[in-house]
Every structure is written in C-alpha cells, then in structure tokens.
C-alpha cells in the first residue's frame, strides 16, 4: 500500500528529533513541512536531492493534493509535525483525505513541546504527595473545546495543567483556574519557543500571569505550564517517592528495615 511518513520533529531544536525520525527525513524523496514551526536547520538535513516543501501557505486540500501528487509519482514523502504528532497536529483530517485516495501513513512520534518546557524549567510535572496527574489542554478561544472539558471542569483537580495554544487567552485562564479555586499565588511557568536559540522563560503566578505575559510580549509560541510543581522552592520541600525510599522492596531491590 502506497503511504506516507508523518515524523515528529520535536520542540524546535534540531537534536530533539528521534533518531528514527531523522534517519526516515534523510532517506524520503519529498520533506513536507511548516516553515514557521520547523527548524530550517533540521530541514537541511535531508539528502541534497530531496524536494522541500514549505506548507504553512497551503490550505489542507493543497497540502494533501501535494503528498498524494508526489506519492503517486513513486516518491517516499515525510510530513513533519511540530513536537509530536499526537498533540494539536491537524494530522487526521489529513490522513482522512489521503485514506480516501488508498493512501497509508506511519506515524514516529516526536519531543513535545510540553516536556521541552518543563525541562527547560528544570520542572518535574508530578511530584509524589502533591500530584500524580498532568492534564494537557487549551483554553477556550476561536476553537471550542467540549462541553466537559471546559478549562473550569479541568482545574477543579487542581492538579498540574499544560495549556497548548492559549498564550493570547491569559485572561480567562486566570478567572476559569480562579473560578476552580486555584490561589492566586499558584506558581506559573511560561516558555516561548521552547528549546529554539531565543527560548524565553516566565516565572510567574495566578494572579500575575497576564501581566507577565504582556510586560515580556509574549502571545504566541508558547507553553503555559501551572500548578504548585512548578513552585521554584519544591526542591527545598520533602516530597519524595515510595519508589528510593530504603524500605520500599520491589522486584530488583529488598527494602531495608528500619528501627522505630
């Protein structure tokens, strides 16, 4: 069956793409990818020969026309994705129109932009006694979000949340994790153009997040991290798993007793 390669590219730096990634890119006749969200470095890593297509002009239609063109010419063709393709990566809507012409696709999954902010940051996102859950979201804007997702419903768990797409809805953000009895002081991280060579870092909270957002001019390209694992001072605090603690046995290691 004829198909096609869609490859995470990762965050923005070019070392963050998986080796399998970079071994299909190097290897594919056609490169298909968005030239406002893909390292032109990364892109010019594909063998000299290969055709390089930017896509952030085109229409769905004319992007699918374009694989399915080259394709049917016989060329492999990758299609790379920002981050990982499973988040917030339109690929669907494009596999569904390929399918439609008999043509398959693979997906090789990709560095998320929400784990290249928390490292970034130098952040754990799950913090054993204080959260064991990440919930990744976006706020409310030109694209409705479901009924029971609404950001409200979500921080009622208070636990940690990464918002995708959401750096131009600050205001709501603050009055819905409000609304879901977030404290003001809830420690917030922002990271534009995470792992790219002008990544910018905003440590912030609740209160003051769209404050901050506008002193630094940050309203696109980034990642707005929130929760109290991303407090600055959690390495002063004693949160620690069961998992190294002495007494804890699992199956590569006895726990060691301890007196009372």
């Not at 979000?145 to 600050?170: D, G, N, W, Y």
């Not at 630094?216 to 694992?229: E, P, Y």
Request: with cysteine.
């Amino acid at each position: 069956m004829k198909k096609i390669w869609i490859i995470g590219a990762g965050p923005g730096d070019p070392e963050l793409i998986t080796w399998k990634g970079l071994k299909l890119m190097q290897q594919a006749d056609v490169v298909m990818y968005t030239d406002s969200l893909v390292s032109e470095e990364l892109v010019a890593m594909a063998k000299p020969d290969a055709e390089i297509v930017r896509t952030a002009g085109m229409h769905l239609q004319e992007m699918v026309d374009c694989m399915a063109r080259f394709v049917d010419e016989g060329k492999m063709v990758v299609r790379m994705h920002t981050g990982d393709p499973a988040m917030y990566g339109a690929t669907m809507e494009q596999v569904a129109l390929l399918k439609e012409r008999g043509i398959g696709y693979e997906v090789v999954p990709g560095v998320s932009s929400v784990f290249a902010s928390a490292a970034a940051v130098g952040a754990e996102l799950t913090i054993p006694d204080l959260t064991q859950t990440l919930i990744l979201t976006r706020a409310e804007g030109r694209t409705p979000v479901p009924e029971r997702e609404k950001l409200r419903e979500l921080a009622s768990h208070h636990c940690t949340i990464a918002l995708f797409l959401s750096a131009t809805l600050t205001k709501k953000i603050v009055k819905e994790l409000q609304a879901a009895g977030w404290a003001d002081n809830t420690p917030v991280a922002v990271v534009q153009r995470a792992s790219w060579p002008d990544q910018k870092i905003v440590r912030t909270t609740l209160i003051e997040l769209d404050e901050a957002m506008r002193l630094n001019g940050i309203r696109k390209h980034a990642m707005i991290l929130a929760g109290w694992a991303l407090d600055p001072e959690i390495h002063e605090k004693n949160y620690r798993s069961k998992l190294y603690d002495a007494t804890f046995t699992h199956g590569f290691r006895k726990g060691v007793k301890v007196d009372d």
